[in-house]
Structure formats: C-alpha cells, structure tokens
C-alpha cells in the first residue's frame, strides 16, 4: 500500500504563486510515476503534470511554462511550484501515484483546494 498526503493549497490572487507538496509513504519502492491531477467544480478530472522516478517529466499545455514538478532525492515528496496562476487554475488538486507494471494510477491522495481570485 502506498499513502500520498497533500498540502500547500491555499487562496491566492491571480499571478501569484504557490508550491503543493506530496508526502508518499508506505511501499512507494514500486512506484515509478507520480502525477498531479486537478478537478474543477463541473469538469473532468484532468492530469497536469507527471514525474517519473527517473525525473522526466511532463505538462499538460495549459501550465507550460507557469507550473514545474520535482521530487526529493529519495522519491518520498513531490512538488509541484505554481507560478503566474490564473482563475482557470482553481481546483482541487490530487497526487498520485501509478506503480510498475500498472496501466494507471493506483493510489490518490485526498486533495488540497487551490483557488485563484481575479
């Protein structure tokens, strides 16, 4: 099993910037991608960036540029910096993670609200 624990959500003006943290424990030695993903009120949940255990990463188009995720050293907390934030950026935003061998992401964490006022 493997837990993941968000935090760093908060209300900011629109340009401002916050940083989410994912701490992951239990047994994280098989995970090899983490994600941020993010819900808004009415729309799909939709992935908005990944990071793979080797540290390649990936963005969703509309938060090249403004957002950039990273991991510690030992793959036990992910972050994702969100820089120039726009209102379309309010969500609750989730991490998870996607194991080895899986076709998905496995385990989520319970969310932290990000909102953005104009």
């Known amino acids: 099993q493997v837990q993941l624990v968000e935090s760093g959500g908060g209300l900011v003006q629109t340009g401002g910037s916050l940083r989410l943290s994912c701490v992951i424990s239990?047994?994280?030695?098989?995970?090899?991608?983490v994600g941020w993903h993010r819900q808004a009120p009415g729309k799909q949940r939709e992935l908005v960036a990944q990071?793979?255990?080797?540290?390649?990463?990936n963005y969703v188009d509309s938060v090249k540029g403004r957002f950039t995720i990273s991991k510690d050293t030992t793959w036990n907390t992910v972050y994702l910096q969100m820089d120039s934030l726009k209102p379309e950026d309010t969500a609750v935003y989730y991490c998870?993670?996607?194991?080895?061998?899986?076709?998905?992401?496995?385990?989520w964490g319970q969310g932290t609200q990000v909102t953005v006022t104009s």
């Open positions: 990071i793979r255990r080797g540290g390649s990463t």
């Open positions: 239990g047994s994280f030695y098989n995970v090899y991608i």
């Open positions: 998870a993670a996607l194991e080895s061998g899986s076709s998905g992401y496995s385990y």
